[in-house]
């Protein structure tokens, strides 16, 4: 196989521009979301 073959897809010009973090904070982000939505939610039944 030639270089060309396993070239890395190229990233659209637009996105390119953005600083993407890493999967896991947005794991962790998603995780506190969730948490923080079922406590205000479910307050009542908890305390």
């Known amino acids: ?3 060309e073959d ?3 897809p190229e990233v659209p010009y ?3 521009r ?3 973090p890493n ?3 947005g794991l962790y982000l998603a995780i506190i979301i969730i948490i923080g939505f079922l ?3 479910y307050k009542d ?3």
């Open 45 to 47: 039944s908890i305390f």
């Open 6 to 8: 396993q070239k890395k």
């Open 18 to 20: 953005i600083a993407w």
């Open 14 to 16: 637009r996105m390119s």
């Open 1 to 3: 196989m030639s270089d």
């Open 39 to 41: 406590l205000i939610h």
């Open 23 to 25: 999967a896991k904070y």
